[in-house]
């Protein structure tokens, strides 16, 4: 199986083509769009202001889940949804979505019994501390919900074990244990997506660092953000997908707003063997003493620890503060009162912005996840149909996006003729059926490349049944390990330079790879990915001191990345040990 490429363009060579369908908005729910409407044979255009990928759809909790908690609210078709998504994307993307076990520390049997009657039921009310009775409940229905596609074990509730009385507090008395899933790398998803897209449509293109600036009768002006060139295109219809910007987008194309609001979710990445080894490859599922429901699992190697709730204005301006840094360790040391937690151990933070949609509810906790598709007719100024994607979640993003894709469809006169439900997306197709077979096709690069077993390994984590085509290119050059850090080739970097639309050295090592949300960067690191950006996209000395510059400042100051800073040499980051990193993806073989 060859590895597709994707088709990405710089917005000049846009100037006066039609397509039937514009997407603006190149995270999860727009490229879901793409690549649904590509397979139907729909001519496409994507456009994104900033790189694919790099606004809320980078930075979830990399939980791709059911949504547990949204039974208090009575959400039921919610969570019958995203469960059953969840199971698609399991069979759909195996290469890169995998089980995660999760226990739920419980300690008493009714509470938050009667304050989850009146939230059920519409009556605000504090969660208090959910009990055994609460959560068995929830925990049963959880299960019925997600029986459709279902590929995993039911719940359990037992007492604690021996092997958890290090890990909660003493007054944990019973563990709950069910299964959800987690992404590996959800930025390299949306790249196969688009992947695919390309391969079910020649015509469809893509562009980032392209910002539309207007849409006047059935003209869309586009702009160049790396040059400031503008260009205008046609179209017969439009796809508003730019989540907590959408309300902006949708002014700037002339249409209604005032549809969502928006929540950051500040995530923390952590070096803690102990607790990594305490948690055994589960996720820990818990409540801080606020109510707010966090979480904690091993994740590449490290501890990911997530999430606030925060309400914000401007998605642009949403960082992680020092109190949200403060806030999570707090939890933790609420949770998990034997171990220790300070700034020490963060290696790297993220956040990102929920695309909800607009709620006068009290906490952000009780606004809807639910998600909406509302098309706006056309108008005095703007003459084509835009249909808006209003909320939505990483889990449900097939779901949402065979909705538009139908109203789009609708529009155009156009019937659906292909299902995305059972599609497997890039490197999950023709993923092997067990261990077995995985064993062999492992055998199969390591023949095709000249790589050993680790390598071989390395490579279908990242890229799935792509990885043998990948394996035989990188071979033919030499498939040179990096300096720095070995796990990734010379060659790897290139292909991702050249082939999956990098403009800038952040797309590089913030989104193509796992280096940075890892915590793995070094200045050395940095610099010789910075070299290898240069070379294959032509840079010179000047343009690669200014991108490793930007790189680095952006490390720093918005993932609290510990890199070097006028002359001040801030801490190495901890050994990075790879066998780590393929135990919390182990999962991924079939059994």
């Known amino acids: 199986m060859s590895a597709p490429r994707a088709p990405f363009v710089r917005p000049a060579s846009l100037a006066g083509r039609h397509f039937s369908t514009v997407i603006v908005g190149a995270g999860i729910n727009g490229v879901g769009v793409f690549r649904d409407l590509s397979l139907q044979g729909v001519d496409c255009l ?8 790099a606004g809320a759809s980078s930075a979830p909790s990399r939980m791709i889940h059911g949504g547990l908690r949204y039974l208090e609210h009575g959400s039921f078709s919610l969570v019958a949804e995203a469960t059953r998504e969840r199971n698609l994307l399991l069979r759909n993307a ?12 419980l300690s008493n049997h009714f509470g938050g019994l009667l304050s989850g009657l009146l939230r059920f ?9 959910r009990g055994l009775l609460v959560v068995a409940l929830g925990l049963r229905l959880y299960d019925l919900l997600g029986r459709r596609q279902r590929t995993m074990p039911g719940h359990s509730i037992e007492r604690v074990p021996p092997r958890d009385g290090a890990l909660f507090r003493p007054d944990v008395r019973w563990t709950a244990t069910f299964f959800d899933a987690w992404i590996s790398h959800p930025e390299w998803l949306i790249l196969e997506l688009m992947g695919d897209a390309c391969r079910d449509q020649p015509n469809a293109v893509a562009a980032n660092y392209c910002k539309v600036t207007g ?23 439009v796809v508003n997908a730019t989540g907590a910007w959408l309300d902006q987008s949708a002014s700037v194309m002339e249409g209604a707003s005032a549809r969502v609001m928006g929540t950051k979710g500040s995530h923390l990445v952590l070096d803690h063997p102990l607790l990594r080894r305490l948690l055994d490859g589960r996720m820990a599922y818990f409540e801080a003493s606020d109510g707010r429901v966090c979480i904690v699992y091993p994740f590449l190697g490290r501890v990911l620890v997530g999430s606030t709730d925060i309400p914000v204005d401007d998605p642009d301006q949403a960082a992680t503060e020092p109190a949200e840094v403060d806030y999570l360790l707090g939890v933790l040391h609420e949770v998990f009162p034997r171990l220790s937690f300070d700034r020490r151990n963060v290696l790297y933070t993220f956040v990102g912005v929920r695309p909800l949609a607009r709620s006068d509810a009290d906490k952000p ?39 538009a894709t139908d109203d789009v469809l609708r529009l155009l006169g ?8 059972l599609l497997p997306i890039g490197g999950g197709a023709e993923w092997p059926a067990d261990a077995r077979a995985m064993d062999a096709f492992l055998a199969r690069i390591e023949a095709a490349g000249g790589v050993n077993r680790e390598r071989a390994w390395n490579l279908v984590s990242r890229y799935g049944t792509l990885a043998h085509a990948l394996a035989r290119r990188f ?36 989104r193509r790879t796992l280096l940075a949300i890892s915590g793995r960067l070094t200045d050395a690191l940095l610099a010789e990915l910075a070299d290898i950006a240069a070379e294959a996209l032509g840079w010179d000395a000047a343009r690669r001191r200014r991108e490793l510059d930007a790189c680095a400042e952006l490390l720093r100051e918005r993932h609290s990345v510990a890199l070097a800073a006028s002359g001040v040499h801030h801490r190495r980051p901890p050994a990075y040990d790879a066998s780590l990193a393929a135990d919390s993806i182990s999962s991924a073989l079939p059994t």
């Open 414 to 421: 156009r019937r659906r003729v292909h299902s995305t439900e």
């Open 215 to 237: 849409c006047e009768g059935k003209t869309l002006t586009l702009r160049d953000e790396l040059t400031g060139e503008s260009v205008q295109v046609t179209a017969d219809t």
């Open 46 to 53: 994507i456009v994104d202001k900033g790189d694919f990928a």
């Open 365 to 403: 906790g009780r606004i809807s996840r639910d998600h909406s598709v509302v098309v706006d007719p056309p108008n005095a100024r703007r003459a084509i149909a835009m249909v808006c994607l209003v909320g939505g979640k990483w889990t449900t993003f097939r779901a949402l996006a065979q909705q």
């Open 121 to 129: 039921v519409g009556i605000s009310a504090s969660p208090g501390s």
């Open 475 to 510: 071979a033919s050059t030499g498939d040179r390990p990096l300096q720095h850090e070995p796990d990734y080739s010379v060659d790897e970097l290139r292909y991702l330079c050249h082939e999956t639309g990098v403009v800038h050295l952040a797309d590089l090592v913030i």
């Open 94 to 105: 195996p290469h890169l979505v995998r089980p995660l076990k999760t226990v739920v520390p």
